[in-house]
């Protein structure tokens, strides 16, 4: 399994942009589906964006369509999201994942090797 640390968390206004980045430990990082995940105070943990190993196929939660994009460098064993138009609503900590069981791309549950997650506010 990989080891991931997440950074660029921060307090931006609405409107703004961050870019988080996930740095992943061992040599198979290459090989699995990442994904990007948020959980806001008092709620579940929810599904944000995903990306094939590959980089070829990516997944996004209807909530962030359009604003967020997901994208990887295998080379740097990083992947990245990149958030723009950021709206109160997207203040959360936001974590990043290995897909490694089943077949659903948007489940917590189909993840691990969850890193320590990085806080972002957006404020109003």
């Known amino acids: 399994q990989v080891q991931l640390v997440e950074s660029g968390g921060g307090l931006v206004q609405a409107g703004g942009s961050l870019r988080l980045s996930c740095a992943a430990s061992?040599?198979?990082?290459?090989?699995?589906?990442m994904g990007w995940f948020r959980q806001a105070p008092g709620k579940e943990r929810e599904f944000v964006a995903a990306?094939?190993?590959?980089?070829?196929?990516?997944y996004y939660a209807d909530s962030v369509k359009g604003r967020f994009t997901i994208s990887r460098d295998n080379a740097k064993n990083t992947v990245y999201l990149q958030m723009n138009s950021l709206k109160p609503e997207d203040t959360a900590v936001y974590y990043c994942?290995?897909?490694?069981?089943?077949?659903?791309?948007?489940?917590?549950?189909?993840?691990?090797?969850w890193g320590q997650g990085t806080q972002v506010t957006v404020s109003s």
């Open positions: 061992g040599r198979t990082f290459s090989s699995y589906t």
């Open positions: 994942a290995a897909k490694l069981i089943g077949a659903t791309i948007t489940s917590v549950s189909s993840f691990g090797s």
């Open positions: 990306i094939r190993s590959s980089g070829g196929n990516t």
